[in-house]
């Protein structure tokens, strides 16, 4: 069946990046777009970006230029996100998920991974 | 970008009821709506695409309507396991927007 397994959790300190992964099974990964999200514990869901697995092609979320970078790992069926410069706004759960083919929107999710920024 | 509106925040109903969740965009998204389940251990869930369109897998229980800004969920029949967070998604234009979400708890 579909899985995305994401990467653990990470304490990092201000200023530091982290970069999360995101791998998958269970179905073609080289010709799917991947999508994520970032998540502070009781609140709504805001979306980064999105990555084509084919070509490597991104789009996103202005507000998080320059602070997410997507890339893909197609022989290891995996997709990556660095975040970088961390400060304490970036303390959030992140989740990686698979765009249902054709539309924008997410059929298959990771766990998500907590990222804390702390010094 | 277009925010999306969810009502109510919280849901209190008991099994064998039927409730309904509100979703309005800031403008129009077509029918350009998903709906999620989020549950504590488990990964998300799509639950509705286009408005109306059930997800291979999702219940028929669960429904999906509206067009342009407002959109409704409606879950006939609560099943325990249908006690849990539910996300709007508007996928009309980027970037992508999520409602506020919707705790529908057990009365």
């Known amino acids: 069946q579909v899985k995305l397994q994401q990467s653990g959790a990470e304490l990092v300190k201000p200023g530091a990046s982290v970069k999360l992964s995101c791998k998958t099974s269970g179905y073609t990964f080289s010709t799917s777009y991947m999508s994520w999200f970032k998540q502070i514990p009781g609140q709504s869901i805001e979306w980064i970006g999105m990555i084509y697995a084919g070509d490597g092609g991104t789009g996103y979320n202005q507000k998080f230029k320059g602070k997410a970078t997507l890339t893909v790992d197609t022989s290891s069926s995996t997709a990556y996100m660095d975040l970088s410069s961390l400060t304490t706004e970036d303390s959030a759960v992140y989740f990686c998920?698979?765009?249902?083919?054709?539309?924008?929107?997410?059929?298959?999710w990771g766990q998500g991974a907590s990222v804390t920024v702390s010094s | 970008d277009v925010q999306m509106t969810q009502s109510p925040s919280y849901l209190a109903a008991s099994p064998g009821e039927s409730v309904s969740i509100s979703c309005k965009a800031s403008k129009s998204i077509n029918t350009y709506l998903a709906w999620y389940q989020e549950k504590p251990g488990k990964t998300n869930k799509l639950l509705i695409y286009?408005?109306?369109t059930l997800q291979s897998g999702t219940p028929s229980r669960f429904s999906g309507s509206g067009s342009g800004t407002d959109f409704t969920l409606t879950i006939r029949s609560l099943e325990p396991e249908d006690f849990a967070v539910y996300y709007c998604q508007q996928h009309n234009e980027y970037p992508l927007t999520f409602g506020s979400g919707t705790k529908l708890e057990i009365k």
């Open positions: 998920a698979r765009l249902l083919r054709g539309l924008v929107v997410m059929d298959a």
């Open positions: 286009s408005g109306s």
